[in-house]
């Protein structure tokens, strides 16, 4: 069925040509337009324009959208949200002074959510998970990569990604899924990080390439987890697979992986806390995004990403989530947006590009998503009338912006 929806204030987030991700100062702009009306069919973007709408089909659904904003969905890049539980009482370490690589060093961080991954059937893991990604829908998220990561053993690994194709084949949202088998090194393998490389490539790899479960391949390449030459040997293993890199780096500290994603083609390269500026020079010229995550430098009191140095440098800069149950318990994509204003001193505008369009380009989907587009997927967010432009959006930041959530052309309850 066509939808047609009219008296938009502000239809915001239009790319007319087939531009895959915006750099450097053109991410200052956002091209919109004003008294607006759109319409989808067969779940994309069929036309749009200003002024009085075209006469609608027999069969056609109206919202009136009451002079409010109408914007792409969210894309989000870089989430961990398929888990067995939060880790309430590391909140309690942090509040009493513990950092993020102490708490690790205990025993604690991922391998706490391993244990509990590994003791929950993959039924249950399916149903938590898919409640957190409804969460992340109602914020306004439209598509979104998820990672594993939480099992480090070939059993384990294959029950997360098995997971995230159940979603991908159950929900509206759009999904990309990623092998991240070296989040950290599996317990039983001490501190023989060199071992449990090899074990990833030679038999957790083959299996999730078998089976077909995973688009791309991760690698937490930082201080105390994966050296740069892990990371290298890993990344040309998951090619052979056919999966893409996408890489931790700089998160803790700047230990070569920013290179490496820049050798190996990396779709993007995310964290980036403690991104040298020299770095910066490595991505010019190549396909890489940058990608920041402001939700954890609020939760772990951390430094934030030089998001202004990067687009100020020429290059593009996208925002996600990195919701997990450790470091950034929140998918509130509109959040991370403000906190990237208010922290990392980007424009309402780049934010917004951040958090649309670049962010899609980070998980492979800006060809059909993350922009008002003919021909696009019809994934958008219609705002409450008090919320009518981009500054509003980040400006109001908890007060209650999003008055209807549409995926493929259909109002999600």
Not at 65 to 77: E, I, K, L, S, T
């Amino acid at each position: 069925m066509q939808l047609l929806i009219k008296n938009i204030g502000c239809l915001a987030g239009i790319i007319e040509d087939d531009s895959r991700r915006l750099c450097g100062k053109a991410m200052a702009h956002v091209n919109t337009l004003t008294n607006a009306w759109l319409i989808a069919d067969e779940g994309v973007i069929n036309d749009f324009g200003i002024g009085e709408e075209p006469m609608p089909k027999d069969e056609c659904r109206v919202i009136d959208a009451c002079g409010a904003m109408v914007m792409p969905c969210f894309a989000d890049p870089h989430t961990h949200i398929v888990y067995a539980h939060d880790r309430g009482m590391e909140f309690r370490d942090k509040i009493c002074g513990l950092s993020y690589e102490q708490i690790a060093q205990r025993g604690g961080g991922i391998l706490n959510s391993v244990d509990a991954l590994h003791d929950m059937t993959e039924d249950e893991l399916f149903e938590t998970s898919l409640q957190r990604v409804n969460e992340a829908i109602a914020t306004g998220t439209g598509c979104m990569e998820i990672k594993s990561g939480y099992g480090l053993s070939t059993e384990d690994e294959l029950k997360m990604l098995r997971v995230i194709r159940r979603i991908r084949q159950t929900s509206d949202i759009e999904i990309r899924s990623t092998f991240l088998g070296a989040h950290a090194v599996a317990r039983r393998f001490g501190n023989n990080r060199e071992a449990y490389v090899d074990y990833l490539i030679t038999e957790m790899l083959p299996a999730v390439g078998e089976a077909g479960l995973a688009d791309f391949i991760d690698v937490f390449c930082d201080r105390g987890f994966f050296t740069a030459d892990d990371t290298a040997r890993i990344l040309e293993a998951g090619a052979r697979w056919g999966m893409r890199p996408k890489i931790h780096a700089d998160e803790l500290a700047a230990i070569g992986g920013v290179k490496v994603g820049a050798d190996h083609n990396a779709l993007s390269i995310d964290h980036l806390e403690n991104m040298p500026d020299d770095e910066m020079l490595l991505l010019h010229d190549t396909p890489v995004m940058p990608t920041v995550l402001p939700g954890t430098s609020f939760f772990l009191n951390m430094p934030y990403a030089p998001a202004r140095r990067l687009i100020d440098s020429g290059l593009p800069v996208a925002i996600a989530s990195d919701m997990n149950p450790g470091s950034t318990p929140s998918s509130d994509m509109r959040f991370c947006m403000s906190l990237a204003c208010i922290k990392m001193r980007m424009l309402p505008e780049e934010a917004f590009n951040a958090a649309t369009i670049n962010a899609a380009y980070a998980m492979g989907v800006s060809h059909s998503h993350g922009s008002i587009t003919r021909g696009k997927a019809a994934n958008l967010i219609i705002t409450k009338p008090h919320t009518p432009d981009i500054t509003t959006l980040t400006y109001r930041y908890t007060r209650p912006a999003i008055e209807r959530i549409i995926l493929k052309g259909e109002d999600i309850a």
